[in-house]
């Protein structure tokens, strides 16, 4: 994509650069990490002496995009820069010292269409032409494990309640690595407003306020960096795989989604809606958007081979797996895609998992939410019954269709899906499609032990 000229230009410096840096060094800051974040959602940085930060804030820190994936460069091309948010760094509480500067990648001085943060940067453009603010609170939940004799296991050996939801003791039991935890997400003005444990041993969550979209998304990113340093120091690791264990709940990291108008009030919001679901027309509209494209988002919120091992009907210990396995949509329904909660005017999308990039699922969701409000589409009335329950004729009759089952349905849908190529614009998104694909096909092409031992001696 990329055509080869010269080494990339630094952007003008500014007085506010100095005046950061001389407060970082006051800080006792040492170090700062210019980053940004890959098409999987992970993380990536240089580390630069506050020295140089003025410099690094200009795009000094080049990056040879042919070594990561999803970049679209070759290694005969120049490097990209990354120009970190100055209003964005801040020092990691785990880590005294050191300074986190989440940027976007830069061509030439031009923002690389590739780069996440920029798909987002879009999307939150487009939302703001017409009048709106894109507000997201994520449910973080995650396992924690440990390794032996080649398995995985849960971290704590004494969590092994069969129904461990909300189990208080076990909750207690972990508290050291929690306490730690939220004291480090309050330190960041995160406002976790509670924990607990989950539905399976060693698996909790946290709920922490909602805010902008790209605040989020950049909270995220941090978060599972922040998780994996933690956990390591107690012992243990935590995972963000959906589904780490076959017969136990899975992990997701519900989406939940509200658009403000242009004076920060809340549009999703209607107490009078005719469908007492206490939600606007906007609301509705935009929970249409979100269903018409439903498969080819799934491809990005859930897209790890493992994620389709959640989205299924059983294997959980307490019964129901929790996961959506259904593009439908209710009111305080958990056995839907989409659901309005009780608790405040908004839409949670249960079909993420914490193995996705935020910035590209975030940017998606909102796309498709937004074309919803702009061709003024209705998802028809939100549907009360146990969708579990129901035979393939009621589903048929309610007009319902499944998610995506494997990684590769969802990435053909992904594929097929014109908005997702305006979204993720044509050169990502064909990178996107050959990268998940190789994945599932990498997957597929493996030998497994339940092959070995179905199929071995079977015949």
């Known amino acids: 994509m990329a055509v080869q000229t010269s080494i990339p230009v630094l952007a003008e410096d500014r007085p506010e650069y100095a005046a950061k840096r001389d407060e970082l060094r006051a800080a006792g800051i040492r170090y700062v990490l210019a980053a940004y974040t890959d098409v999987h959602g992970v993380g990536k940085a240089k580390a630069v ?18 070594a990561l994936d999803g970049l679209g460069q070759e290694p005969s091309d120049d490097e990209l820069s990354v120009r970190p948010d100055l209003e964005r760094v801040l020092e990691l ?73 909300y189990d208080i003791v076990d909750l207690l039991d972990n508290l050291p690595f929690l306490d730690e935890m939220i004291g480090y997400m309050n330190v960041l003005g995160w406002d976790v407003h509670s924990f607990d444990h989950e539905d399976s041993n060693s698996q909790f969550e946290f709920d922490f306020s909602y805010t902008d979209v790209m605040s989020m998304a950049d909270r995220q990113t941090l978060w599972r960096m922040m998780m994996k340093e933690t956990a390591r120091k107690h012992g243990f690791d935590v995972t963000f795989m959906p589904k780490p264990y076959a017969n136990r ?23 009078d809606d005719p469908r007492e679901a206490s939600v606007s027309t906007l609301a509705y509209q935009f929970i249409a958007g979100v269903l018409r494209h ?28 929790w996961a959506p396995i259904f ?9 839907h895609m989409l659901r309005i ?45 146990n969708m ?48 998940k694909s190789d994945e599932w096909w990498d997957y597929h092409n493996e030998i497994s032990p339940w092959e070995i031992d179905r199929y071995l001696t079977f015949f």
């Not at 959640?310 to 307490?318: A, Y």
């Open 294 to 321: 439903a498969p080819a988002l799934t491809a990005i919120a859930c897209p790890t081979v493992n994620s389709y091992k959640r989205l299924v009907k059983t294997g959980s210990m307490t019964g129901f797996t």
């Open 49 to 66: 002496p506050i020295d140089h930060f003025t410099s690094m804030m200009r795009g000094s820190e080049l990056f040879t995009g042919a």
């Open 93 to 165: 509480p785990w880590r005294p010292g050191v300074a986190w500067a989440p940027g976007s990648l830069y061509y030439h001085n031009e923002p690389w269409p590739m780069c996440s943060r920029v798909v987002l940067q879009r999307a939150v453009d487009h939302a703001a032409q017409l009048g709106f603010t894109f507000n997201l609170g994520i449910e973080t939940e995650f396992y924690l494990v440990r390794r032996e004799n080649g398995s995985v296991v849960p971290a704590n050996q004494r969590d092994v309640l069969a129904k461990a939801a």
């Open 388 to 435: 579990y329950l129901l035979n393939d004729d009621k589903l048929r009759e309610l007009g319902v269709g499944t998610l995506p089952r494997t990684l590769l349905e969802a990435v053909e849908a992904f594929e097929s899906d014109p908005l997702m190529a305006q979204v993720f614009g044509d050169d990502l998104h064909r990178s996107y499609v050959e990268l």
């Open 341 to 385: 909660p009780l608790t405040s005017p908004r839409v949670e999308s249960r079909a993420v998992d914490a193995t996705c990039n935020t910035y590209l699922s975030a940017a998606a969701y909102l796309q498709a939410g937004l074309e919803g409000i702009e061709q003024e589409l209705d998802p028809g009335d939100p549907l009360p019954q």
């Open 249 to 271: 709940t899975g992990t997701g990291a519900h989406f939940n989604m509200s658009l403000a108008d242009t004076s920060g009030e809340n549009a999703f919001a209607d107490p």
């Open 327 to 335: 593009r439908s949509y209710g009111r305080n329904n958990r056995t």
